[in-house]
């Protein structure tokens, strides 16, 4: 175990990130934003603290009966509050499932105001959006890392869709603007893409980046039919999708049943580990994206900045200048293309010209602000300055190991994801934890199990939150065994097996256990746990390099 301090510096350091896109935020991109409108025009509103904070988001959409919260169900092992999964279309809500101490559903209007999430700016789509709006609050270790986002099944019909009573598209863009990961997910017998999907797809344009494709229950066709449905599928998406580069696909059947099928077991389970492998890293990537995020938000506030401040030149003085707007309005192509050469700004950072119109209808050009190149500059100087410094307290490849795990910190956390194996017609080695069962000749043999009940007295007497003692109190009480830094760091390794950086009571049994073999009988640290130490419910787990 290293010395006392470096953990916290390492979460400090996590800290010092945040907060420095907090500052850079306020003092360089916010007057900008409110000098030229940017919520106006964008229908996005300014950013809040905590969203700076948030954990990452993963949204997940597409029609109903896609398989959408099973697929959640799936990741988390377990129901969830206000699940509801059945071929009809049963999720009416857009929920958030959230980590909590206990189980309970939150309403939207309550978890709008929460002060500690970064759903305030939900409050704009009104009372009849946020009466279809909830949190579900439960004890979950991949909920303690991510945030995910289950979406109401896209309808076809004209008539459910105008129904709603509220604006659908503009939600998925509000959240898809914020998430970290969005999982669009395809049933392989209903292909078709309705126009509420086409419309929701045109919605997520500009995040290319942040969609991942699953083609789920494929399982239910031959390969045959698999190689044929697929191919319909990326060509719908060509059509539909408006990018050079083909959307990553990922095939399988992602819930916790076994496959009705087992002629492409091989490849739907090397396609889960792609996709779980991209899940398991979203802590650590969060930074980066926050960053990604807000260079992208200020490239589009200077060319807004840019855009204003012509239209504010072109009026008159005096008289004329409802003709003048109009007659800008109408040439608003020719406008752009002359902002865009004048300034040497790229087409990609300009907003959409129908909709950007529809908005300068509703404005008065003559009350715009006139073009600030001071604050023009201090746009230039977060894209020149202040974002490259910040990028260079994230890891990168010119990282040693020491300075790697001091600038990941907590970020440097997995998310903990399920074991497959007897999904996948093979033998499994996990126990009653696993979500596809435990074989029945598996042996659940513990030699801890005796440990176990004597240290659980001691165990809840550190006060675990939520069945986990924290990096902090465990490193106090590891430390109180007087053990050598280097002796302390293997023990944590092998005991930390999950590799979520947080003790449960079966790896803190571990940790007491090798302890113990040190101090009272002089035994050496193993290499790695022999099978019969390791908890059954964490057999299928591979230990990986921890430590404080």
Request: with cysteine; proline share 6%; aromatic share 8%.
């Amino acid at each position: 175990m290293a010395n006392t301090g470096n953990a916290d510096d390492a979460i400090n350091k996590t800290n010092i990130v945040s907060t420095k896109l907090k500052a850079i935020y306020k003092d360089n991109i916010l007057p900008a934003e409110k000098r030229y409108r940017y919520d106006f025009f964008y229908e996005s509103p300014h950013l809040t603290d905590v969203e700076f904070d948030a954990k990452p988001q993963v949204m997940l959409v597409g029609q109903y009966s896609v398989g959408k919260t099973s697929f959640i169900r799936y990741m988390l092992g377990r129901d969830f509050p206000g699940a509801r999964i059945g071929p009809e279309p049963t999720t009416d809500r857009f929920t958030c499932l959230i980590n909590g101490p206990d189980e309970r559903t939150i309403p939207g209007n309550a978890l709008s105001v929460h002060p500690d999430l970064p759903f305030r700016g939900l409050e704009r789509f009104g009372v009849s959006f946020l009466s279809r709006f909830e949190g579900s609050q439960l004890p979950s270790s991949v909920l303690r890392s991510i945030t995910l986002v289950d979406t109401p099944g896209i309808l076809s019909g004209e008539k459910q869709r105008t129904n709603r009573g509220y604006d659908f598209t503009k939600v998925v863009s509000w959240f898809a603007d914020r998430a970290d990961l969005i999982i669009l997910l395809f049933d392989a017998h209903k292909l078709d893409i309705s126009d509420e999907l086409r419309s929701t797809i045109d919605v997520l344009k500009g995040h290319e980046d942040k969609i991942r494709c699953i083609l789920n229950k494929a399982d239910q066709i031959n390969r045959q039919q698999l190689m044929r449905v697929y191919g319909a599928l990326l060509w719908s998406l060509g059509k539909t999708i408006n990018s050079p580069e083909v959307l990553r696909v990922y095939v399988g059947s992602f819930w916790s049943e076994p496959l009705q099928t087992l002629d492409n077991a091989e490849l739907f389970e090397q396609e889960e580990s792609d996709l779980m492998r991209d899940l398991a890293i979203l802590p650590r990537q969060s930074a980066v994206r926050k960053i990604n995020e807000l260079v992208k938000r200020i490239r589009k506030v200077k060319t807004l900045a840019y855009i204003v401040g012509h239209l504010k030149a072109q009026m008159p003085a005096v008289m004329g200048k409802d003709k003048k707007q109009q007659k800008l309005i109408a040439n608003m192509p020719n406008e752009f293309r002359t902002i865009m050469k004048k300034h040497n700004l790229s087409p990609g950072d300009f907003p959409e010209i129908n909709t950007f119109s529809e908005k300068l209808k509703e404005s008065k050009f003559s009350e715009f602000h006139s073009l600030k190149m001071d604050q023009i500059q201090l746009l230039e100087d977060c894209l020149s300055s202040h974002l490259p410094q910040l990028m260079e307290e994230l890891p990168s490849e010119k990282d040693s190991p020491e300075t790697l795990r001091a600038k990941l910190g907590d970020a440097g956390v997995n998310v903990p994801l399920p074991t497959r194996a007897n999904k996948f017609g093979k033998q499994s080695v996990t126990s009653q934890s696993n979500p596809f069962g435990a074989a029945e000749e598996e042996d659940e043999y513990w030699a801890l199990e005796e440990s176990a009940e004597r240290l659980k007295d001691s165990f809840e007497g550190l006060h675990p939150q939520q069945g986990f003692l924290s990096p902090q109190t465990a490193k106090e009480v590891l430390l109180k065994t007087g053990l050598e830094k280097d002796q302390l760091r293997q023990i944590w390794t092998l005991s930390d097996i999950d590799r979520d950086g947080y003790l449960d009571h079966h790896e803190y049994v571990v940790a007491m256990f090798l302890c113990d073999a040190v101090i009272q009988k002089g035994r050496p640290i193993p290499a790695e746990l022999p099978m019969s130490v390791i908890p059954p419910s964490k057999r299928s787990l591979k230990a990986s390099v921890g430590g404080f």
